[in-house]
């Protein structure tokens, strides 16, 4: 039994004058006597819990920034009236901060033998799979002052994926794509190493591009086009590793490399290559393989939305042996990972040699926007000294993309909201040069 806030008060209205007129314990036995009754008529006849039921619809799955909508059916099969308060209840992270009152209590009536649709309405605030907790319902009986309450299991899961927050550059790079493959009205040729056909000669043409046996048949000038190379095979790796557990900004960067990620598997489905996913740490956490390029894209969100940083130190030589088990063949293995100086020349760097000898590597990490800032503060002693510890911090930083770049690494280190266009640049550029 749960006493309501009425109850309290009629209590307290109804001691006050046998307070001042006559206190006596006659009085308040008398008082409290007839509210007791009232308060257990009240009880029994409000509608029973046990006896609810219930049943889920709605969304099953949501991107991160957006709203889902899941549906709660509370059937009353009692013989009397539901006059109730319910919440359903869901982790803290499905509301922002200080929403979760409002967005899961609801109150409800319900007639003897009825159902009523409810609607909880989740603002997930972090990646990953939000499961339902208990439904508890406050039946209240038709004078307020007492309530019956439960509590029922009714399971739902939401999984919110990443927001792919990047894919706005998307049109750019395959403009930039379609440049490259010879598709535009712009007087360039296709770039790449792929021949695909003959056409004349424009003023502005590469006189390297001329075809002179073609020209000898022809009465016009011909000239080759070229186009990037097809069905090559793209390797992302996702370090799930302690460094990927740093926030940067508002995010970890586990969640700007996912987003990277995303732009790159978009960009090279639609150029025509084959596009795998491994995350691993100590182990293979996530994989993708061998899906077409319609197929790519859901299967890798569906497949990040459940990865959360491991805060153990990554095994480089272990994620090595699983890259070249993945891609045993040449591919363009691309390592979404940090650039801090000790894991990087502790474990990446060893077994670097046996990835870039079989393929093509580039490194990508996110920069901190706060050590940029810190390295260009002045006026005051502290900002003086935060401006040494953030150059030495970018010296650092330096010094180790140098020794990547030594083994024939290409590394993109940008800040969050740069480091998915860089990865997409980095990988027309090598289709351009023909280094896939």
């Known amino acids: 039994m749960a006493l309501t806030g009425r109850a309290a008060l009629i209590a307290a209205l109804g001691s006050l004058p046998v307070g001042l007129l006559a206190p006596s314990w006659t009085g308040i036995l008398a008082v409290n006597a007839s509210l007791s009754v009232a308060i257990v008529c009240d009880y029994a006849l409000a509608a029973p819990v046990r006896t609810l039921r219930f049943t889920r619809s709605g969304d099953t799955s949501v991107r991160l920034g957006e709203s889902a909508e ?64 208990l439904v508890t319902v406050r039946s209240y009986g038709p004078l307020g002052l007492a309530a019956r309450q439960g509590n029922h299991r009714v399971p739902w899961t939401v999984r919110v994926l990443p927001p792919f927050t990047s894919r706005r550059h998307l049109p750019s790079r395959l403009a930039r794509l379609r440049e490259l493959d010879g598709r535009t009205s712009l007087l360039t040729r296709g770039e790449g190493t ?57 995010v970890p960067r586990l969640d700007a490399a996912m987003d990277t990620a995303l732009l790159l598997a978009a960009l090279a489905s639609r150029a025509g290559d084959r596009v795998d996913l491994l995350a ?69 760097l060893p077994v670097l040699p046996q990835l870039t000898r079989r393929h093509p590597v580039v490194v990508a990490s996110v920069a901190d926007p706060q050590i940029e800032t810190m390295a260009g503060g ?26 990547l770049r030594r083994h024939g690494v290409t590394v993109v280190d940008s800040l969050p909201e740069n480091l998915a266009p860089a990865v997409a640049d980095a990988y027309l550029a090598l289709k351009a040069n023909g280094r896939l």
């Open 280 to 348: 691993y740490d100590r182990r293979v956490r996530a994989r993708v393989q061998g899906r077409a390029a319609g197929e790519i894209l859901p299967a890798m969100v569906d497949a990040m939305a459940p990865l959360e940083p491991e805060l153990v130190e990554t095994d480089a030589r272990g994620l090595s042996a699983a890259t070249l088990k993945h891609a045993p063949r040449r591919a363009l293995v691309v390592l979404l990972t940090s650039l801090d100086a000790v894991p990087v020349e502790e474990g990446l």
């Open 378 to 403: 002045r006026g005051s002693l502290d900002s003086v000294y935060g401006a040494a510890a953030g150059a030495q911090a970018q010296l650092q930083r330096g010094r180790t993309a140098e020794q």
């Open 194 to 250: 792929e021949f695909d056909s003959l056409r004349d000669y424009v003023p502005g043409d590469d006189t390297r591009s001329i075809d002179w046996r073609a020209t000898a048949r022809r009465t016009a000038v011909a000239v080759r086009t070229w186009r990037p190379e097809r069905d090559r095979h793209i390797l992302i790796v996702l370090d799930t590793g302690r460094t990927s557990a740093g926030r940067v900004g508002d």
């Open 70 to 133: 899941v549906q709660l059916t509370v059937i009353n099969a009692s013989s009397r009236r539901l006059r109730a308060r319910l919440r359903d209840a869901w982790p803290p992270s499905s509301w922002p901060s200080g929403a979760e009152q409002a967005g899961s209590r609801h109150t409800v009536a319900v007639s003897a033998g009825e159902r009523r649709l409810l609607t909880t309405v989740l603002h997930p605030t972090r990646r990953g799979e939000r499961r339902a907790e």
